[in-house]
């Protein structure tokens, strides 16, 4: 079945510090969708990808679209403490239009 | 508020005790579905509606039973729960299906299932 990977399971960056996690599915999809999930939370849809290439940003955050559509990065500049978190990337459509599968995800910690 | 309402949030039950966590949504979504969260494999997709009355299998079936009796409600079963259950679910929804363009999913609070 579909598979996304996602690297680097943990992420420790001193404020101020650029941070990147990234995304590899098994298959091509036909969009995929990044979420922020608290320490104790739920996860929060952040943005979702479905052109081949694209490129996206949201303030600090910059996320890419591979070409193929099987791959996907998060980039963001001068984290925060706000920032600290899960980062998950979820693929879609690869094998069914109801299957989202997640990454194992990022832990992003920020010390100030 | 639009919103995923989950049902408990924590709950620890023993082997075997049948179980079910309730799901709802107020926000008229088409698409519901449940996943469940363990350290290090991210959220696993268990099943999924795309509206009433259908249903889906996911990556993680097995042990679990879902109904779609109505829009707003999408119950998860565990009919003879075991340890290896224990887990953080959530449910989510969404108007679109995740396959779609303009997408996203909302996502309840989570329930905390131990299971001894």
């Known amino acids: 079945g579909q598979q996304v990977m996602q690297i680097p399971q943990y992420q420790h960056v001193q404020e101020g510090e650029d941070f990147t996690t990234y995304c590899n599915s098994s298959?091509?999809?036909?969009?995929i969708q990044w979420y922020k999930q608290r320490p104790g939370g739920h996860p929060v849809f952040l943005i979702q990808?479905?052109?081949?290439?694209e490129v996206k940003k949201q303030k600090r955050l910059t996320f890419q679209f591979g070409e193929a559509k099987k791959n996907s990065s998060l980039h963001i500049t001068a984290t925060q403490t706000t920032d600290v978190g899960t980062y998950f990337c979820?693929?879609?459509?690869?094998?069914?239009?109801?299957?989202?599968?997640f990454g194992q995800g990022t832990i992003l910690t920020v010390h100030p | 508020e639009a919103q995923v309402t989950q049902n408990p949030r924590y709950l620890i039950t023993v082997t075997g005790k049948k179980l079910t966590v309730t799901c709802s949504q107020n926000?008229?979504?088409?698409?519901m579905s449940w996943y469940r969260q363990d350290p290090g494999l991210g959220l696993r997709q268990i099943y999924y509606?795309?509206?009433?009355?259908?249903?889906d299998k996911g990556d993680v079936p097995e042990g679990y039973k879902v109904s779609r009796k109505e829009k707003r409600n999408f119950p998860l079963i565990l009919e003879s729960p075991s340890p290896n259950q224990t887990s953080l679910y959530f449910c989510?929804?969404?108007?679109?299906?995740?396959?779609?363009?303009?997408?996203?999913?909302?996502f309840g609070q989570g329930t905390r299932l131990t299971v001894v």
């Open positions: 989510a929804s969404s108007f679109l299906l995740p396959g779609q363009e303009n997408t996203e999913a909302f």
């Open positions: 990808l479905v052109k081949s290439g």
């Open positions: 509606s795309m509206n009433v009355e259908v249903t």
């Open positions: 979820a693929g879609a459509g690869g094998t069914s239009y109801g299957k989202l599968t």
């Open positions: 298959t091509t999809l036909s969009n």
């Open positions: 926000m008229n979504h088409e698409y």
